[in-house]
């Protein structure tokens, strides 16, 4: 068995966003899938700039997203952060902000090549932006 490529990454948000081309699926086969009855959930595929991968981002309206560790920090196993890359990242940082984001740690710069920054979202879920200097 050969792996092709990264198909998509699942992330569960709550996160109010607006997003364009969202579908609900429920019923029968989302609840054998995920093995969840009753599930409702939100989705909206997200494609990156180069058009090869995807983000999928999902809101449960039933069950209600719980979380075991809403402030995991980033060495905690499993899922911890999602990198994006950005041309402003000043001004990526306080849009995120303004949505309730928060810096983890410090926005700094690595040697002449990238500025780096990781923000934890209202979820606990954290989000790395990077920068590329010329």
Not at 74 to 97: P, S, Y
Request: net charge negative; with cysteine; charged share 25%.
């Amino acid at each position: 068995m050969t792996i092709k490529r990264l198909d998509n990454v699942g992330i569960v948000v709550d996160l109010g966003l607006q997003l364009e081309g969202q579908t609900t699926v429920e019923g029968r086969w989302v609840a054998r899938v995920i093995g969840l009855d009753n599930a409702q959930v939100d989705v909206a595929m997200m494609r990156t700039p180069d058009g090869h991968g995807r983000l999928e981002l999902m809101k449960f309206q039933k069950p209600q997203a719980t979380t075991v560790e809403p402030n995991a920090p980033a060495n905690t196993l499993g899922i911890r952060r999602v990198m994006f890359a950005v041309e402003d990242i000043e001004d990526v940082l306080a849009g995120l902000q303004h949505h309730g984001a928060k810096l983890v740690g410090e926005l700094v710069k690595y040697e002449d090549k990238y500025r780096l920054c990781y923000l934890r979202g209202p979820e606990g879920i954290i989000i790395a932006l990077a920068e590329q200097l010329s």
